[in-house]
């Protein structure tokens, strides 16, 4: 998510109130706070491009994408690998063994869009020409931020799985109507949501619809992280992920609200860990370079953020919402790869 409206990443001189202006005797300008939004700049030039192309991308991967190659080849690879034994055929026993399966189909659960999108938010924040400690805790308190949006939600519905039991639509798998189960559609509702969010988000990112997070950025700089946050939490409450399904019975039949916060936030923990060390390694271990990329060009960043929310966005809502009919015959066709 763009820190900013469209951002230009060229440095404006500063005048004695900070405010954007004539430089005035003190000297050069101050650096921005390393996790405050860029400061704002020229308009991307030929927005609707970026949103093609970025369109054109998301489609594409719907098209490729295998759900069985992603969860089984590689998320079930993961979850055997993090527990030592087969993580689908193995009940899980007791609460340190939940706590680990939590986590460990958390890890295996990485690959998905928002992850994409995730990263795109957090690319801008990436600093440049400061010391070693001060570009760790300016990496560190955007990851904090959307952590902390991200286990408010997992956090929750973890509660209301453990509260309600057995009879949430996540639990209800027979088809009714066209071939499509309660859980199906839920999963369909939630991911369609969020696949429009940041749609959105990336369309403001670029400039060309209003920025819906730009007042309360001003007060609070954090906000869209906690936002980005809030969405990577939300993927449980439509996740249909079969090791995830596991975790959720096992949370609603032990009817504990405690140990059901506990799972899912460990699970939302594991599903951002690589984004996390990815975006540590970039921030520490390229001396700044990814930063001066981003902002050798005006409006590098708002296209770098727009396009990895379009690109997510576009994924997330055909996949979830026009492939999956097609799936169902429901509408007559929807291209696929062979290995789809």
Same mark, same amino acid.
């Given at each position: 998510m763009s820190t900013t409206s469209p951002a230009s990443t060229t440095s404006r001189p500063s005048g004695p109130s900070g405010l954007s202006g004539p430089s005035g005797p003190s000297g050069p300008p101050a650096a921005p706070e390393p996790s405050a939004p860029l400061p704002a700049?020229?308009?991307?030039?030929?927005?609707?491009?970026? *949103? !093609?192309?970025?369109?054109?991308?998301?489609?594409?991967? @719907?098209?490729?994408? +295998?759900?069985?190659?992603?969860?089984? #080849?590689?998320?079930?690879?993961?979850?055997?690998? *993090? !527990?030592?034994?087969?993580?689908?055929?193995?009940?899980? @026993?007791?609460?340190? +063994?939940?706590?680990?399966?939590?986590? #460990?189909?958390?890890?295996?659960?990485?690959?998905?869009?928002?992850?994409?999108?995730a990263l795109g938010a957090v690319a801008p924040l990436l600093g440049a020409g400061r010391p070693l400690k001060a570009r760790l805790l300016g990496t560190l308190r955007p990851l904090g931020w959307m952590a902390a949006g991200m286990l408010t939600v997992s956090g929750i519905y973890g509660v209301v799985a453990a509260l309600a039991g057995t009879g949430m639509p996540q639990f209800l798998t027979t088809p009714s109507g066209p071939g499509m189960s309660p859980r199906l559609v839920q999963a369909m509702v939630v991911f369609g949501v969020i696949g429009l969010i940041l749609l959105y988000q990336g369309l403001a990112a670029l400039g060309i619809v209003p920025d819906p997070l730009e007042r309360i950025s001003r007060r609070f700089p954090h906000a869209r992280m906690v936002v980005m946050g809030a969405l990577i939490g939300a993927f449980l409450v439509g996740r249909p992920f079969g090791l995830f399904r596991q975790l959720f019975r096992d949370t609603a039949e032990r009817h504990d609200p405690l140990y059901g916060a506990l799972a899912f936030m460990l699970q939302s923990i594991g599903n951002i860990v690589v984004v996390a060390v990815l975006f540590l390694i970039l921030a520490l271990g390229t001396g700044g370079r990814v930063h001066r990329w981003l902002t050798a060009r005006p409006g590098r960043i708002a296209v770098v953020t727009g396009a990895a929310f379009i690109v997510a966005g576009v994924f997330t809502l055909l996949y979830w919402d026009v492939r999956i009919l097609a799936r169902r015959e429901i509408i007559p066709w929807y291209p696929m790869a062979p290995w789809a």
């Open positions: 700049g020229p308009a991307v030039r030929r927005p609707w491009k970026v *949103v !093609l192309l970025s369109a054109l991308a998301g489609f594409l991967l @719907t098209v490729v994408w +295998s759900a069985e190659f992603v969860d089984h #080849a590689i998320g079930g690879t993961v979850a055997d690998a *993090v !527990l030592g034994r087969d993580a689908d055929a193995t009940p899980i @026993t007791g609460l340190l +063994s939940g706590i680990a399966f939590a986590f #460990a189909t958390g890890l295996a659960g990485t690959f998905t869009a928002c992850n994409i999108a």
